[in-house]
């Protein structure tokens, strides 16, 4: 594949991971199931820990280990970077590679702030390069086949929505999840998740609320529980929540004034339903309808980051600079909803 052109349907899409952390190796594990994509090349910080990963992910040819992102953005057999580092140097990170000429898939929040995203957006317009910010939900296909479903009114009126997602944080002090400077927020690291299930079923928030327990430190501050809630187009309600203190079921449930839809791990369902309620019934169980599985019209790839991998393949074959799945506005937007909901709650990073 050339830089500039789409590439022919054949060649593999090149990828270059940028960070050996945890969402890394999630991600390199579903790739090695994406077909047309091959990773190429790793960079790390540390050249042990790039050889490390190289050969835990080579079974589909060599795998290029760079002891620096800086070697691996300049590595030309690689198309596409993508990019696992911690949040508060996403922008950073992103400015290497698509200064050097690569398309990127940048993980979540693409940003700390909409204004760093806005930036971020303007280097890849600047580049003429691809950029995606990794909202895996977003190319989930039944998280797809759930939004056309609504679009075509099929499960009734939306009315009321509810997704959680949050789990215990034991790790040292040091690490990105309570450091502001590397982007600490149960909001961004998870509430964001709830927030874009929202907007991807319902549009752009008409207004959202928030109450969340803060965390004060020298370098700034961040939220380690949230509660929030949204009012969408149609009157729809929402309530989201995340948090990095307790256990959450990491569910979803959408009311209709037909029934109700339920999914078990929302941001990639491993399980979506419609529960349709008779006509006329009340709030009895007894009075309820078949279950129906909502089932997507493509396989989920691994655990579905396979899918984002695959869109991105997608992209780059059409010449796009943009995926229609996860376009930079809604991207901004979302990162502006966030930017809000900090300020409503009193949780600023540094220089905000
Ligand atoms: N899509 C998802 O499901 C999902 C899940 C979890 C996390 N994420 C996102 O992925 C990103 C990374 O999360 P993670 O859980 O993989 O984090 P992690 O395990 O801490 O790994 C982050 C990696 O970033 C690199 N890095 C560069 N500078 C760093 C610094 N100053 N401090 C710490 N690490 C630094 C390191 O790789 P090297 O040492 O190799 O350079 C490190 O291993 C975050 O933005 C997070 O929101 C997404």
């Known amino acids: 594949m050339t830089d500039a052109c789409p590439a022919a349907a054949t060649d593999p899409i090149r990828w270059g991971i940028l960070a050996t952390g945890k969402i890394a190796h999630s991600f390199a594990a579903d790739l090695m199931l994406v077909p047309g994509a091959r990773l190429a090349a790793v960079g790390s910080r540390r050249a042990a820990s790039a050889e490390e990963f190289a050969a835990a992910y080579d079974r589909h040819g060599p795998v290029r280990a760079h002891g620096s992102y800086e070697d691996l953005v300049a590595d030309p057999e690689v198309d596409v970077v993508y990019i696992a580092s911690p949040h508060g140097l996403h922008l950073e990170h992103a400015r290497l590679a698509l200064e050097a000429g690569k398309h990127v898939l940048c993980e979540k929040a693409l940003t700390l702030n909409a204004a760093e995203a806005e930036e971020m957006v303007a280097i890849a317009r600047a580049n003429d390069r691809f950029l995606m910010e990794a909202m895996w939900t977003a190319c989930h296909p039944v998280v797809r086949k759930l939004q056309q479903g609504l679009r075509e009114g099929r499960f009734g009126t ?149 899918n984002e991998a695959a869109e991105v393949g997608r992209c780059l074959r059409a010449g796009l600079r943009e995926s229609p799945l996860v376009p930079w506005a809604q991207t901004i937007a979302l990162l502006r909803a966030m930017d809000s909901i900090r300020e409503t709650v009193g949780a600023r990073y540094a220089g905000e």
């Open 158 to 306: 939306p009315r009321l929505m509810h997704a959680e997602l949050g789990f215990v944080v034991s790790v040292d002090a040091s690490d990105r999840m309570f450091d502001p400077t590397l982007g600490a927020s149960a909001l961004l690291d998870m509430g964001i998740y709830p927030l874009t299930f929202a907007h991807l079923l319902f549009g752009e928030a008409e207004s959202l609320t928030a109450q969340a327990n803060v965390r004060e430190t020298e370098v700034g501050s961040f939220d380690v529980d949230i509660v929030m809630t949204g009012k969408y187009a149609g009157g729809v309600l929402a309530t989201m929540n995340s948090s990095m203190s307790s256990w959450s079921s990491r569910a979803a449930a959408i009311a209709t004034d037909r029934g109700r839809i339920e999914l078990a791990d929302f941001h990639h369902p491993t399980r979506a339903v419609f529960i349709e309620y008779a006509a006329g019934s009340t709030n009895d169980s007894s009075a309820v309808a078949p279950v129906v599985d909502i089932v997507g019209d493509e396989p989920v790839i691994g655990r579905g980051y396979g």
